[in-house]
């Protein structure tokens, strides 16, 4: 059941949608069809999570859990391999890219320019040695007010690699990527199996790549302007539909850390032409 401070919350959010609680004893208003209220773009829409599933088994502020820097990377270099093509597939060169939750490594294509690389995080000194990075800023998205310190529509994509498991305010998070996103511009979320279990959501805990991968969809759906998001497990060329090509894949993807990313863009998808 959402408390009150959450239904305030989603309705300054979404004015077009807000109403006053009906008091006690109050006669039941006559329902609202859902049609004949349209939305601002950017604006959230609902909530997806409820308060058990944004919970976290380790409640210690995050700012202490990731202060000491963590200079690894948590996913084995068959799945960057994959993520680095896809970003040299969705940026375009020369773009102004944003990479929030990032690190000492945002595995953009070490060939292609960019006009700037934002960065955002928890640790500094992580974020301090990102090569790619021109500038970057510490918030703590779960708890400080969401709001980029960019101006509307300024970013061509923004990324979020093995860090969507963290967000307790999804909703907020993504309407605030869609805010500073330009029209055509692309929020390219990826994951794998792996991640702090405590401190992960309990709505992505216990799931699996596809429940996952929905719920990711869902956080997208959640937010006015998004196309309709696209899930990604193979990004080089179509996977071998024949039943050994099947096996195969299925191997591959349990042997190693198997490989997600959910793909939308803020009101239309760019047609690009080879």
Known sequence: RASRASLEMFASTTPALAAPLRAR????RAPRRALTVAAASGSIRREVLDRSGRSKLNTVDDRNFYAMPRLCTHVDDAFLG???????????PGGRVFDICSSWVSHLPADVRYEEV???GMNAEELQKNPRL???????????????AAADQSFDAVLCCVSVQYLQRPEEVFAEVFRVLKPGGCFIVSFSNRMFYEKALAAWRDGTGYSRAQLVKEYFGAVEGFTKPEVITQVNGAPDASLLGKLQNFLKRTQG??????????????????
């Open 25 to 28: 004893g109050q006669a039941p």
């Open 134 to 148: 021109d500038k970057f800023f510490v918030k703590n998205l779960n708890t400080e007010e969401i709001r980029f």
């Open 82 to 92: 994959q993520l680095t093509e896809l970003y040299r597939q969705k940026i375009p």
């Open 257 to 274: 850390d198997p490989f997600y990313a959910v793909v939308a863009h803020r009101n239309f998808k760019p047609i690009v032409s080879d």
């Open 118 to 120: 934002v960065g955002h």
